[in-house]
């Protein structure tokens, strides 16, 4: 994913939900600090004191409207194309199938 590169995102449940949006800002969330059998490479974890710094600068980042105790805000999400057909992949070939008689 790039900056200025148009994304079609969806609503994980709603199919009809959906929108292009392009990207002002791009973060990588995802690290590697336990590889396990990957080859991937294996990221340092950083002290506690500066992953406690991280998520306070994280939620201090948040709308105000979300965050309030009392009547907060829905927190809206979508996802990319393609893990809203994984997610819907997963669904269909786990859900039980029921028998009618």
């Not at 199919?15 to 340092?44: F, H, I, M």
């Not at 979300?66 to 805000?73: E, G, K, S």
Request: contains cysteine; charged residues 25%; proline residues 9%.
């Amino acid at each position: 994913m790039q900056v200025a590169e148009r994304i079609l995102c969806r609503h994980p449940f709603n199919e009809s939900k959906r929108a292009y949006v392009v990207p002002q800002y791009v973060e990588e969330l995802l690290k590697c600090y336990w590889p396990g059998g990957s080859d991937e490479t294996r990221q340092r974890l950083p002290p506690i004191n500066e992953i406690r710094s991280c998520c306070i600068e994280q939620l201090d980042q948040m709308r105000p409207d979300h965050m309030r105790r009392l009547n907060p805000t829905p927190y809206k999400i979508s996802v990319s194309a393609k893990l809203y057909d994984f997610i819907h992949f997963l669904w269909l070939n786990e859900a039980p199938v029921g028998e009618l008689q």
